[in-house]
């Protein structure tokens, strides 16, 4: 089911309804991003550009060529033309009613103006960007979604207005520069699928000087987190059994427990101290080379004293203006007050503060649920720590160098004068 070719997100309908039920055991998996792909067809302007190779224009031929479509790029967007996965996104109402609020309060930006909508997937940020009064929209998407998508627009009478682009950001071409991107590609642990790299490729190729991205910032998290819950569920239910000693399970459990990082949902009660900015992302500036690997060094000083089982990610963007925008504010609004460093990552953020009022869409434990969840690292052993001690180490994620979708996943902890190390990959 998960391996290399499968890229199964659990969309087939008999899998789909396993799907609370293996979140509980550990073995939930990503429902997003990754999988197979056949053959593309192409809508409107894109019928004579598509998959073209070329730049728009000379100017932007100095940029590097953009990463070649491998099978595992055809599997990932192979796995977005399954409905499901798309159903899942738009019932999230955390998630398609912040983007909706996005594109309603930034309507401004948007009445006349051309669109680009990187990754349109069914058209439904698009549609909205539309309803706001954008001149053009161009709706990409490589997945056969697309195909939905053209439909969709049809029958809402916007094929005037909205024009499908059925290929890879990366190889469409359009006339045009556009004023606003709107894109909705943060994957778990916020840099998993790595879509974000589309999203730069689009900004180089059209955006225009002083344009509008949508969201506008990200920042990924790490919390310390206590779950006895989980660990006894998972774990120490092999000591007994219906009255049988089973714990000669128990190495064979944790392994496959926590192998690799979990997707679910916790509560703030499970966080034992404030997050970690691991990174923090400038949707204007970023770069390419800045995502295939992030490291931080952290160190928190537990606020309980309770069993550590592993560390708890999640992230939130921002929706701003380019007036807000941090190429203009250098400190972004989420975190004032945390620190006067520019560079963000590596900050322990204490509270929301967000003078400038922006949007923010978050997956933290704290807020309301999202299909996002949260990821969860856990450790094969939990840690007893006491109230004020230290938990310090160091975290890399990187891009899986076998296929950039896959994040491998580097982190030493040390708690209590013990130094441990786990390697994993979200794939
Ligand atoms: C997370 S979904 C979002 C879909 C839709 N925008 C929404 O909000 O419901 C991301 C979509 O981006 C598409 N996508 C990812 N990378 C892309 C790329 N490089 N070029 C074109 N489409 C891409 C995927 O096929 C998928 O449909």
Known sequence: ???????????????????????????????????????????GVSDHHH???????????EQKSPPSCTDFDMAYFHSYAH???????????????TYRAAIME??????????????????????????AGAKRVYAVDASDIALQANEVVKANNLAEKIIVLHGRVEDVEIDEEVDVIISEWMGYMLLYESMLG??????????????????STATLYMAPITH?????????????????????MLQLAKQCAFEEPCVETITGENVLTWPHVVK????????????????????????????LHGFAFWFDVEFSGPANSPTNNPIPSLLIGTSNNNHMDGVQKKKRANPNEALVLSTAPEDPPTHWQQTLIYFYDPIDVEQDQIIEGSLTLSQSKENRRFMNIHLEYSSGGRSYVKESVMR
């Open 1 to 43: 089911m998960y391996g290399i070719s499968g890229y199964s997100n659990g969309y087939h309908q008999d899998q789909q309804q396993q799907h609370s039920s293996e979140e509980k055991r550990g073995g939930g998996r990503r429902r997003r991003g990754g999988r197979r792909s056949r053959h593309r067809h192409d809508f």
């Open 51 to 61: 998959q073209q190779q070329h730049y728009q224009n000379d100017e932007k031929q």
């Open 83 to 97: 409905v499901g996965i798309h159903e899942e996104m738009i019932k999230d109402r955390v998630r398609t009613d």
């Open 106 to 131: 930034h309507q401004s930006f948007i009445e006349g103006k051309v669109v680009m909508d990187v990754g349109c997937g069914t058209g439904i940020l698009s549609i909205f960007c539309a309803q």
């Open 198 to 215: 589309s999203v730069i490729t689009a900004r180089d190729r059209w955006l225009k000087h002083g344009g509008l991205i949508l969201p």
């Open 228 to 248: 006895p819950d989980r660990y006894n569920d998972s774990i120490e239910f092999w000591r007994n059994v219906y009255g049988i000693d089973m714990s000669a």
């Open 280 to 307: 923090h992302v400038d949707c204007y500036t970023i770069q390419h080379d800045e995502l295939e690997s992030v490291s931080t060094r952290y160190k928190f000083q537990s606020m309980m004293r309770a069993p």
